[in-house]
Structures are given as C-alpha cells and as structure tokens.
C-alpha cells in the first residue's frame, strides 16, 4: 500500500518585474560607478598602451566566457521560473544540483581553452603579443565565473534578485580593490627598478615615460588580475549567503525520497544544455561579432597609420605629447576608444536589467499562455528601457567633455579626453539603440525562440565589419569611425529582434506612449540641463567669479552635477505632468505578487 505524503508551502512572495529590475539597476549602477572609478587609477597607472592590453584581453575573454556560460544562467532562469509556474517545485532542488555540476565542468574546459589559446591568439590573431600577460591573468576567472552563475540563474529564476545584485557589487569592490592594489605594486617595482640600475623588465629605460611603456604589460596583467580575484570574492559570498541563510526550496526540497522521485538527473541536464545551448549561441555570436570588431579596428588602424601617419598625428597632437612611437600608435588609439567603451555599456547595462527581470515573468506567463501578461510585460520594458536610456544617453551626449575632464584630469592620461569624448557622446546619443537590443534578446530567449537573436546578430556583425573596413580604415577618419560601426549594427539587431518579438508574442507596442513620448520629455529635460549648465557657469564662474580660489575642474564638476540634478527633477516634474504609467502598469509594475499561498505535492511513497 502506497502513503501519500503532503508537503505544504508556506505563503511567500516573488518581487514583481520592476522591484526585481530596480535592485538589479540599484546595484547595477552601483557596480559601474564603482567600475569608473576603478578604471580612472587603472587608466592613470597603466597608460594608454596599457589600457590597450587590458581592452584587447577582454575581447579574446568574452568569446570562451560566452561559450562556458553565457547561456546556462538564463537556462537555469528559464527552467526554474516554468517549473514553479506550473507546480513542478519538486524539480528545483535537483534542477539546481544538475546545474552546478554542468557549470563546474564547462568553467574548467573555459579556462584551459583560454590558457591555451592565449600565445595563438595574442600573436597571430590580434598581433598584441604583450597582451598575453593580461589574457593569462583573466583566464581563472572564466571558472569562478560559470560557479557564479549556476548561483545567480538560480536565484533569478525564483524572481529573487537581491543575490545575483549583492554579488555583483562585491565581485566589482574586489576587481576595484586588487587591481589598483596590484597595478600600484607592479609600477612601484618598475620605478624602483629603474632607479636602482635603469632597466625595467628586461629594457633599457631613459626617463619615466620609457618606464612605464616597459612595465605596460605586467602592470595592465596585474590590473586584470584583479577581475579574477573579484570572482573569487562574489562566488565565496554566494557560498557563504546559501549555506547561512538558506533557501526556501533548497530546504523544503532536501528530503531524501523528494530527491528520488524527482525529474531524472540526467534528463534535466540534457534539457538544460538543450535549453542552453541556443542561448549561449546567441551570445557567443554576440561576443565573436564584438571580437572581430576589435580585430577589424585594430588592423583597419594598422592600415590607416601606414598609409598616412603624418594625417593622424595631425588629428591627435595627445599622440606628440605623450612621446608615443609609431608602432605604439595603433594601441594608444585603441586604448582612448576602450574609454569610450566604458562609458557606452553605463546606460545599457542598466536598462539590461529590465531584460534579466523580465525572463522569469515572461516564462512563467508563457509557459501558462498568459498573452496579456506578456503583452504587459513587452510594454512595460520597451517603455522604462526607453525613457532610461533616451534621458540619461543625453545627459552623456551633452556633458561627455566635461565627465571626462572630471574623472581624468590631473591624471597621466588627460590626453584621453580630446580624443574619447566624440567617441562617448556618440554613444550617448544613440544609447537607446545599445539600451533595448539586450532586454529584446533576453525576451525572445525567455518565449523559447534564441535562434532569432543569432541570426540577427550574425546580419549585424557583417554590417559591423564593412563599416570598420570602410571608415576606420580611412586615415581621416581612423577610430572616429569605430563608433558608427557599433551603431549600425546594434540597430540592425534592435530592428530584427523587436519585428519578431511582435510578430511571435502577437503584442503590440503603442509608440507613442512607449517611444515617441519618454523622447521628448527627456529631450526637454536635457535641454534645460545644457541652458542650466551654460548660465550658471558664464555667469557665477565667469563673469561673477564666485569660488573664484577653486579650481577650474572642480568649477566644471560643480556646474555639471547642479545641471544634472536640475535636469533630474524637471525630468520627474514632467513624467508626473504627463501621467507616465498608466493605473495598469502602476499595478503591474509596484504590486508584489504572491507566489504561492498553498502548494500541496503529493509524494507517492512505498
């Protein structure tokens, strides 16, 4: 005779897709102001050549990070959010044992293919030889990385946020915290060296310009290092936060004949990688389009500097100033455009976390056919993502020389200004562009269609490629045309992705509410921020003189953050006037959800 044994949930709650979105931006945001002021000292110590390794490293990173990982936390996410949807909670416990093994196994397989490959790649491909140091360096991190994530998909999955959020600022305070730490040392070492008998790893030096183009490589190493030990970090607080304070399925679901009669081991991992893989294709192609980007601009400089290096040394008198060689060119550009690239994922991976958010929801709301949930949902991403990246992209757009001089200047590389700040207000601009491609991604990946994003990304890259070929290549354009290439090809993805979320999902987006509006409000609020800014430093900074014994960058940060803050109310003031969210998406948006009030499972047991 069979019992029955009953196992009754208690009543928890699930945050709703905005609380789970804002402690993710909340973090988010945290983590790139956090990330900026690490890249300042690290810049300011390793040089522009310097920076030019660290860049070129984590384009050869990204491509075997997305191959271990990249798809398996969304996987874990997808997988977790339908099963609970559907009752099937019995399945959590052994989906998240299955999961961290399969991310144990391809974090290993991730970081040996990365130390092996780094000599090859370094050399042959990108032809950055000293850039093997930095690529060495962040291999580990690939590892810890996938061990991280089987954590943070878990947590996601069950619309649980505050984990994956908490990891993230700690992972980010560690890379900041070694990296400077260990970058110091490295320059510390060099100049001693130099001092004592005037060689530097190997190198004859003559004064400390020569010091630091010598120490370039292990310094930009040591600073990259720094991201490893960061992952070490976040994973041994995932650890610590799990075993500690628990987690509701983990627990209820530890009963041994739970374990037993769960979905076979083996079948859900083979469903997790079948659910993965796509996924993790679709980053993959991400991050080899982003790794042939790198490859065509710096061989497109290559080219352009050989024909006519005369041209670009007229564009960048920084490149006379700071004593750069010829063959050193190439990497000093690229290093400024790595600048820019700092600033052009600030916004976008903040909206990302509307994406990340949404994934559950999504899955839960597909998985049961909920069509106005996901219509809701759709519209509610579209519309946040757009009035986020519309008014904070100008913000950048607008004051991009003057962010710039407040975090660089008075450092070794104030050359960087001049030459990233175009760089930076283009992608300030066109933010919006960079800002919903993710979130879309992460929308036709949470409705079970990853194949889309591929075959958009792979049409993008091309166009990515011909742009850089065309314009960067060019010596009248050179790295300016870096920028318009990205543009263009997150565009044509942002375009692809969006007709067929629509066309699948059946939603409908309202354009002018969703686009049209956020545009224009933010467009008026960043106005009056730039009329704000030209007043009050013409006229109490100028004319005035007021603070008339403070310097003139801390003049330009003062005006510049009143400007902002102005803008920030104005830009509330009109959201408020104008009846932004409707009461619908009030309700969707700030009402916390009950999760379950009663689950009973039913346990056959002999």
């Known amino acids: 005779m069979k019992k029955v044994k009953t196992i009754i949930f208690k009543n928890f709650e699930r945050q709703s897709l905005l609380l789970g979105a804002v402690v993710l931006m909340f973090s988010t945001v945290l983590v790139h102001l956090i990330g900026l002021i690490y890249k300042i000292p690290i810049t300011a110590l390793v040089g522009e050549v310097g920076r030019g390794y660290f860049t070129s490293a984590y384009e050869l990173y990204t491509p075997i990070y997305a191959i271990s990982m990249a798809g398996l936390p969304i996987a874990v996410s997808k997988m977790v959010s339908e099963r609970v949807a559907l009752g099937k909670t019995k399945e959590v416990y052994a989906l998240y044992k299955v999961a961290k093994r399969v991310f144990f196994v391809t974090g290993i397989i991730g970081t040996l293919l990365l130390i092996l490959l780094a000599y090859p790649l370094t050399k042959y491909v990108i032809k950055t030889p000293l850039a093997f140091y930095s690529v060495l360096a962040i291999a580990p991190s690939i590892f810890l990385c996938c061990l ?116 076979n081991s083996r079948s859900l991992r083979n469903l997790l990688i079948k659910t993965a893989i796509p996924i993790a294709m679709s980053s993959l192609v991400l991050n ?40 050193m060119i190439k990497s000093f550009l690229y290093g400024c455009y790595g600048v820019g690239l700092d600033f052009r994922n600030v916004i976008p991976t903040v909206v990302m976390t509307l994406g990340v958010s949404a994934i559950p929801v999504i899955s839960a709301d597909f998985a049961k056919k909920k069509i106005d949930g996901i219509n809701s949902a759709i519209q509610t991403v579209i519309k946040i993502g757009t009035v986020i990246s519309t008014f904070f992209g100008l913000i950048l757009a607008i004051f991009s020389n003057e962010i710039l001089t407040i975090l660089y200047s ?113 467009t008026i609020s960043v106005f009056f921020a730039y009329l704000f800014f030209e007043i009050q430093y013409t006229v109490f900074f ?65």
């Open 148 to 263: 991280i994530s089987s954590y943070r998909g878990f947590y996601e999955g069950l619309n649980n946020m505050i984990p994956t959020g908490i990891s993230q600022i700690v992972e980010t305070l560690g890379k900041m915290v070694f990296g400077i730490f260990l970058a110091n040392d490295v320059i510390k070492y060099s100049i001693n060296e130099f001092n004592r008998c005037g060689i530097v790893f190997g190198q004859k030096c003559n004064n400390t310009s020569d010091v630091f183009l010598a120490s370039a490589p292990f310094s930009s190493g040591a600073a990259i290092f720094g991201v490893t030990l960061g992952s070490l970090a976040s994973l041994l607080y995932l650890i610590i936060r799990t075993r500690i304070k628990g987690n509701y399925y983990l627990d209820i679901n530890k009963n041994e004949s739970l374990i037993k009669d769960s979905a």
């Open 288 to 327: 080899i389009s982003n790794l042939i980007d790198s490859l065509t601009i710096q061989g497109r400089l290559s080219y352009a500097i050989a024909q006519n290096v005369s041209v670009i040394k007229e564009m960048y008198p920084e490149i006379l100033k700071a004593n750069i060689s010829d063959d």
């Open 542 to 606: 100028v004319k005035i003189n007021v603070l008339n014994n403070f310097s003139e960058n801390l003049k330009v940060t003062i005006s510049c953050l009143l400007s902002i803050i102005f803008s920030i109310i104005i830009w509330l003031i009109l959201l408020f006037t104008f009846n932004f969210f409707s009461e619908s998406e009030k309700k969707y948006l700030f009402i916390r959800k009950n999760l379950h009030k009663r689950v009973e499972n039913q346990v056959s047991m002999e």
């Open 410 to 522: 008075g450092t070794n590389s104030i050359s960087t200004i001049t030459i990233a700040s175009p760089i930076v207000s283009m992608f300030g601009i066109f933010s919006i562009i960079f800002s919903l491609s993710s979130p879309v991604t992460n929308m036709l990946q949470a409705i079970g269609r990853p194949d889309i994003p591929v075959k958009s990304l792979i049409i993008g890259a091309m166009v990515k490629i011909i742009s850089n070929y065309v314009l960067v290549g060019n010596p009248n354009i050179n790295i300016k045309g870096a920028p318009i290439g990205s543009v263009l090809c997150s565009f044509v993805i942002l375009i692809l992705n969006m007709y067929f979320l629509l066309k699948e999902t059946g939603a409908k987006i309202k354009v002018f509410s969703s686009i049209l509006l956020p545009t224009i409000l933010s």
